[in-house]
């Protein structure tokens, strides 16, 4: 079964993408065998995240850039991570909206994911997504997400290229909002262009960059856009196409794929560790038993690990 | 040394308090045998979370709740999740400023930490820290965090009461923002009341709380406040005075510290594990290898991880 469906995603079927993609998403283990079996396919495709606080324009922005990657015959991916809401109990209005107007064109692919879980589990589907959005054969696959959120800032380190979407404002919000987002762009673009106070954000984005220490040859530019108009999506293409030739005559494109193993794998370890812990080192009800003694404080987690850990030392799953 | 340490914390050193923080949040080994003997300690303070979108006024908001508290001749702790920027190399302006206010009080310890690092190691440390201040014997330890990301998501739902703090906004901005945050409320602020839009906001808060299936009993209050003058505050302990009687009522409580062992043991798992695996069950260069060959595309790393699942079922690190 696993090899039938690897075959048809890596041959380019949507419909075996979505669904594994679903897989993923819900930590299936029947995923693994496939992802198994794309690793070899996917690496072609360019990786770009898209980022920034709620109502910036990430969504209209990335469907402009769609539109102009189509009008060049790029096939496109699109990994939407999405703030779920329990009391909508689905995407975000802009999503919806966006879906619609692509949804005819096979050359575009949208996902949209949950923030859901914890421990990590939404950043591993995201990259596991990427990966078979990869191995589908799409040219560009872009993550957008919204937030200053640790999980989105990792993912979207993830892309080859980050672009960092802000909107025009006064002094006191850019002190808040460059904690988290200014260390992580490659590409800024200050987006609705046309309201008050474009320049002057913009002027104050190249400042900030400016004082910062160069973590690379690469200086960010900052791009004034409307995306809703159309306007500074060509130099936003522009801009990104340039990064990418910065990472290969720069070689740091070899550097940063070997980042990018390591957090795959590194986050991997992570979550099949800890299933292996709770699967095959401790006995059934013994989770129970130990969760019991730490709320009364008769233990504490860390003596709970050492057993753990103690267990696995002489012999792991053995001494079941 | 970690006994002595242990002491100290229990019996109310302030130093040693921030120490001990200093070595959770390097997640440095030497923590764990203090951690363990300060867990009994724990346990009695109560936890509070405050977040909100950048700008909302939590920092103040919180000082104004801690001003009231000393008031009332209670301890207070806060940790205040702090966004770091690479471009400044600390914390951001506003809690710089309140630590200078109550920088003369004994009674209210404030320690930001940064959101830095990945795989959920900040949570972990938070988690620790809350614990060590509870130790230390506050009445109320505090957890301010900015935002809507999983991470901080989470970190908040480890509090008794979580408080969620917005200002008067525009129709489209409560769309994107209760994505994330609605969900966590236990009580609900207006924060900036005085501004345009106050009460249309509180208003649309309440009809999304009634929209929204209810998951238990409690209904959350949505309060208005002026942090900075000081209106609201007094209101606002009340409302989280209501939950936490509530909770007791309702046996609530109960489950939820329940919860919170296990939320802390699976992270603490998740972390010990990982290292486990990397130090014990890989041999040196083999991380490198493995990272070399998923790079080049040879391998994939769910057949890295299945390698070393098998070597641990085998035997563990006797395998070494």
Redesign the interface.
């Known amino acids: 079964m696993h090899e039938e469906l690897a075959e048809k995603v890596t041959a380019g079927s949507i419909r075996a993408a979505a669904r594994l993609i679903t897989l993923v998403e819900n930590r299936d283990p029947a995923a693994?065998?496939v992802?198994?079996s794309i690793?070899?396919a996917?690496?072609k495709a360019q990786i770009w995240g898209f980022t920034g606080?709620?109502?910036a324009g990430k969504s209209t922005l990335v469907d402009a850039v769609t539109t102009k990657l189509r009008e060049q015959g790029k096939t496109v991916g699109i990994i939407a991570i999405?703030?779920?809401?329990?009391?909508?109990g689905g995407a975000?209005?802009g999503d919806r909206i966006r879906m619609n107007r692509h949804s005819l064109d096979e050359g575009v692919f949208i996902r949209s994911m949950a923030?859901r879980g914890?421990?990590?589990g939404?950043t591993r589907a995201t990259v596991d997504a990427v990966n078979i959005l990869d191995a589908l054969g799409r040219d560009v696959v872009m993550i957008e997400t919204?937030?200053?959120?640790?999980?989105?800032?990792?993912i979207v380190k993830t892309a080859h290229t980050s672009v960092v979407i802000l909107v025009p404002t006064l002094g006191?919000?850019i002190?808040?909002?460059?904690?988290?987002i200014?260390?992580i762009g490659d590409v800024f673009l200050i987006n609705k262009a046309d309201l008050d106070g474009a320049t002057r954000t913009q002027v104050e984005i190249e400042m900030?960059l400016d004082?910062?220490?160069r973590r690379a040859a690469w200086r960010p530019p900052v791009l004034k856009t409307i995306a809703n108009a159309g306007e500074g999506i060509t130099e936003t293409l522009e801009a990104i196409a340039r990064h990418r030739d910065y990472l290969l005559s720069s070689n740091e494109l070899?550097a940063f794929?070997?980042r990018?193993?390591?957090w795959?794998?590194?986050?991997?370890?992570?979550?099949?560790?800890?299933h292996?812990?709770?699967a095959?080192v401790l006995r059934p009800g013994d989770l129970d038993r130990?969760?019991?003694a730490?709320?009364a404080?008769q233990?504490?987690?860390?003596?709970?690990?050492d057993e753990?850990?103690t267990k696995?030392?002489?012999?792991?799953?053995?001494a079941r």
Do not use: W, Y
């Open positions: 693994r065998e992802m198994k690793h070899r996917a690496g606080p709620p109502g999405d703030p779920t809401s329990p009391f909508t975000i209005l923030t914890h421990l990590g939404l919204v937030g200053v959120g640790q999980d989105e800032v990792d006191d919000d002190q808040a909002m460059k904690a988290g200014l260390e900030m004082l910062a220490p070899g794929n070997r990018r193993s390591e795959e794998l590194l986050g991997l370890l992570q979550e099949q560790m800890t292996f812990a709770l095959e130990h969760l019991d730490i709320t404080r233990t504490d987690p860390f003596s709970v690990i753990i850990i696995l030392r002489r012999g792991g799953s053995a």
